[in-house]
């Protein structure tokens, strides 16, 4: 286990050149050096980096953490000095504590249900073979990011939540500037404004005129119009952002592991494990951050109240000593219980919608396109940058024989 007082210097911005599935060297190596480190914080805040499993599963398990957002003061990459860190809007329950996560959560967690969300996979079915009808007609070569990966969740997300299809455009340009960790702050700031007000608009459309819809179905309740904008928010970023990144850049695992899709071909009885593979493998959502509220035991050190720990679930994902060979792509690995969904009160809300979007399309689309390739060098492929939310690829060429 070495030395349990490590280090990590500062959050690495970069992966490995040619190793764009794994985490950065510098947290592969903190995780050999034990499972927590010290992590100074660039405003001069003395942290703590997680990147061991159990320790990051009892970090989200435990109340004595917090997830609100005016508590995390201190940004991993850049000092702001002493800016006063606002709480969470109204609805925007990823960055709040109990009991105003309840409040917000509690009204949605009937509408994703798993028996909810598998009677959707016929509809998932029929939007995926629209969307591989259109990429065949058009012939090769194609960007899978632009005709598949990104499409597909964002209009079933459009679909759950009542979102006019025609809209998608401009709020999938708006999500990708607050999200893809490229945009400056003001460019992040006018992006997530143009939201708020596109998303204030939907509401009170709603309001006056109900569909069958999730959003819809809220607006049947004591929730302010100010809330829903806020939870319609956290669930159009999530439930686009992160899907359209798992199946774009598990699409790009997939074919840079060829014997991989070509075993899931052979056995589609393998679609439960491969999908819970590639999201323990890719990791997408790699880190968060969460504060003390009093002095907690952590891992044999002190975390004391007030200080910022942050979690690195894609380290977490690669623990050898709870998954072997970590660092294998193993679309028939037996052994789940990987935290790409978190653990906790916070697990992903949408995590059996992922679920059933990534169990239809992989299959779709490799069944489809049997020979299914790159279209570049795989070092071509541009990738998200470090610093993005959600790790993926901006694009993703693919061709295959027409």
């Not at 999201?279 to 790699?286: I, P, T």
């Not at 992903?348 to 790159?374: H, K």
Request: overall charge negative.
């Amino acid at each position: 286990m070495g030395d349990s007082l490590h280090t990590v210097p500062t959050l690495p911005t970069a992966r490995r050149s040619g190793c764009p599935f794994d985490p950065p060297k510098e947290l592969i190596q903190a995780r050999e050096h034990g499972p927590i480190s010290r992590f100074p914080f660039p405003d001069g805040h003395q942290g703590w980096l997680v990147t061991g499993y159990d320790l990051v599963r009892s970090v989200l398990a435990d109340s004595r953490f917090s997830s609100r957002r005016e508590l995390m003061r201190h940004h991993p990459l850049v000092d702001y000095g002493d800016v006063e860190v606002p709480p969470a809007p109204p609805g925007e329950f990823l960055l709040m504590d109990e009991p105003r996560h309840s409040r917000y959560r509690k009204p949605l967690v009937g509408r994703f249900t798993v028996r909810r969300m598998r009677q959707l996979a016929e509809r998932v079915e029929q939007i995926t073979a629209d969307h591989l009808d259109a990429m065949e007609k058009a012939g090769p070569p194609a960007d899978l990011v632009t005709a598949f990966a990104r499409p597909i969740p964002s209009v079933v997300i459009c679909e759950l939540l009542g979102v006019p299809y025609e809209d998608r455009g401009s709020f999938q340009g708006h999500i990708d500037k607050f999200l893809g960790g490229e945009a400056g702050d003001e460019e992040v700031l006018t992006a997530y404004t143009a939201t708020q007000r596109y998303l204030a608009e939907l509401v009170a459309a709603k309001r006056a005129n109900p569909t069958d819809d999730v959003l819809s179905d809220l607006t049947d309740s004591d929730l302010t119009d100010e809330e829903l904008r806020g939870m319609a928010l956290i669930l159009l970023a999530a439930g686009f952002d992160t899907t359209a990144n798992m199946l774009a850049l598990g699409t790009f695992a997939l074919l840079s592991h060829p014997a991989q899709p070509a075993a899931w071909r052979a056995d589609p009885a393998l679609t439960d494990r491969a999908v819970e593979e590639l999201l323990r493998y890719l990791s997408v959502a790699k880190t968060f951050m969460r504060t003390a509220l009093e002095d907690v035991e952590l891992g044999g050190r002190t975390i004391e109240a007030g200080t910022t720990v942050i979690l690195s679930y894609h380290t977490a994902n690669r623990d050898p000593e709870r998954f072997a060979d970590p660092h294998v792509l193993d679309l028939g690995r037996e052994n789940g219980g990987h935290l790409a969904f978190g653990h906790g009160i916070h697990q992903c809300l949408g995590q059996q919608l992922a679920r059933v979007e990534m169990r239809v399309a992989f299959p779709a689309l490799l069944s489809r396109f049997p020979t299914l390739r790159l279209a570049v060098p795989a070092e071509e492929v541009g990738l998200r940058p470090e610093t993005a939310d959600i790790f993926g690829v901006k694009n993703l060429p693919v061709t295959w024989d027409a």
